[in-house]
């Protein structure tokens, strides 16, 4: 019994850490979403700049949500969890957000990151429900 105690004890460490990396990406994404409608409203480049490198942030983070899972689920076994979250812009969305900068190219960017802070907002939901059930059974 005292093993599954560590276990569980570990388990809420990691969710507790998962939950707090998934407020950053929330608040990078957030920032990034009210720069993209500046920049469907007009912003130009300095907009352009300024809403990547909180991608970028976010994107970090992310990554770092992606190895707390990955501990999350070798510690808990057979509790499904969602793995491996990525991001989904980046590449020629990016490339097309600064060269072809226009309304339309705006709005698609301005989608992305709202479609990624929704499915962010997903997974913390799932990590305060996981951590719900673990003090349960604690």
Same mark, same amino acid.
């Given at each position: ?5 560590? $276990? ?50 976010? $994107?970090?983070? =992310? ?5 707390? =899972? $990955?501990?999350?689920? $070798? ?11 990525? =991001? ?25 990151? =709202? ?24």
């Amino acid at each position: 019994m005292p093993d599954n105690t560590l $276990q569980i004890n570990q388990a809420i460490s990691l969710t507790d850490q998962l939950i707090d990396c998934l407020d950053d990406a929330e608040r990078q994404l957030s920032s990034a979403r009210n720069w993209g409608f500046l920049d469907v409203l007009g912003g130009g480049l300095l907009v352009d700049l300024i809403k990547h490198s909180k991608l970028r942030n976010a $994107q970090t983070t =992310m990554e770092h949500v992606n190895s707390i =899972m $990955q501990q999350l689920q $070798q510690v808990l076994g057979s509790i499904s969890i969602p793995g491996d979250y990525r =991001m989904e812009i980046g590449g020629f969305a990016t490339f097309a957000d600064f060269f072809f900068d226009s309304g339309i190219v705006d709005i698609y960017m301005t989608a992305k990151i =709202m479609n990624s802070l929704t499915e962010v907002k997903k997974l913390k939901d799932r990590a305060y429900e996981l951590k719900r059930r673990l003090g349960e059974i604690r």
